[in-house]
């Protein structure tokens, strides 16, 4: 067991996996810890319906909106969503020995075959100007 606990990938492997859970972990915990601080007492948001739920300007909805406004950013957030991956790659080859690089390497390249088909849709969303005017 300590041979295994010594050997140089099962703890890289350790510190990407175990490190990233436990402050998942710890971050799950405290939102659900703020939430409980955070939320309002039942009998007060029985009578304030409307105080606590998200209306423009504070103003109960009166009929349909005049606009329907699009996801005018959607191509750039995918692209971001596709790229940011492989930015951190690159940043873990430039931390890794050099025995692992050869692996490094092939992943990275698996990593741009399954992301090629959402950088080409998010450019084409991206590119697409007319899905980001209002409708009336």
Avoid at 33 to 40: D, E, K
Avoid at 77 to 96: D, G, N, R, S
Wanted: charge should be positive; avoid cysteine; glycine fraction near 6%.
């Amino acid at each position: 067991m300590l041979e295994l606990l010594n050997d140089p990938l099962v703890r890289v492997v350790a510190g990407l996996i175990v490190v990233p859970a436990l402050v998942a972990g710890a971050t799950v915990a405290a939102i659900l810890l703020l939430r409980v601080i955070t939320s309002g007492r039942p009998d007060i948001e029985a009578i304030e319906r409307f105080k606590y739920e998200r209306y423009e300007a504070g103003n109960p909805p009166k009929g349909e909106p005049r606009k329907k406004v699009t996801m005018q950013y959607l191509g750039f957030l995918i692209l971001f969503l596709a790229v940011e991956p492989a930015v951190i790659l690159l940043a873990i080859a430039l931390a890794a020995p050099r025995e692992f690089l050869l692996r490094l390497a092939a992943l990275y390249a698996f990593l741009i075959i399954v992301y090629t088909p959402l950088l080409y849709y998010g450019l084409r969303e991206a590119r697409r100007i007319e899905a980001w005017m209002l409708e009336g």
